[in-house]
Nanobody, 119 residues
Framework: VQLQASGGGLVQAGGSLRLSCAAS????????MGWFRQAPGKERESVAS????????YYEDFVKGRFTIFRDNAKETVYLQMNNLKPEDTAVYYC?????????????WGQGTLVTVSS
């Protein structure tokens, strides 16, 4: 599955962005999916995950109450709604297939999208 994240950009602290994740060549609707991020000089970390039906959700503590993961299986797209963004949310955001709930993934990484939050 080749995944591509989009929707990043430059936003002021307190602002919002919505990221999208789509796949080329295969449908996403059958997969558990997750959002991850990698800040400059840091390791990649989990952000949020969603089951294939959307019935199960997982959030890292640092995004709870601010970010929402959801999906539209008819559009084969997974989203990450990010509100009340903070400068420490600045990172390249990636989506990937979750192979072991809630955050383990063994697939290769696709193209991420850069989110920059200014103070």
């Amino acid at each position: 599955v080749q995944l591509q994240a989009s929707g990043g950009g430059l936003v002021q602290a307190g602002g919002s962005l919505r990221l999208s994740c789509a796949a080329s060549g295969r449908a996403l609707s059958r997969y558990f999916m997750g959002w991850f991020r990698q800040a400059p000089g840091k390791e990649r970390e989990s952000v949020a995950s969603i089951s294939n039906t959307g019935g199960s959700l997982y959030y890292e503590d640092f995004v709870k109450g601010r970010f929402t993961i959801f999906r539209d299986n008819a559009k084969e797209t997974v989203y990450l709604q990010m509100n009340n963004l903070k400068p420490e949310d600045t990172a390249v955001y990636y989506c990937n297939v979750i192979r072991v709930w809630p955050t383990e993934t063994y697939d290769s990484w696709g193209q991420g999208t850069l989110v920059t939050v200014s103070s």
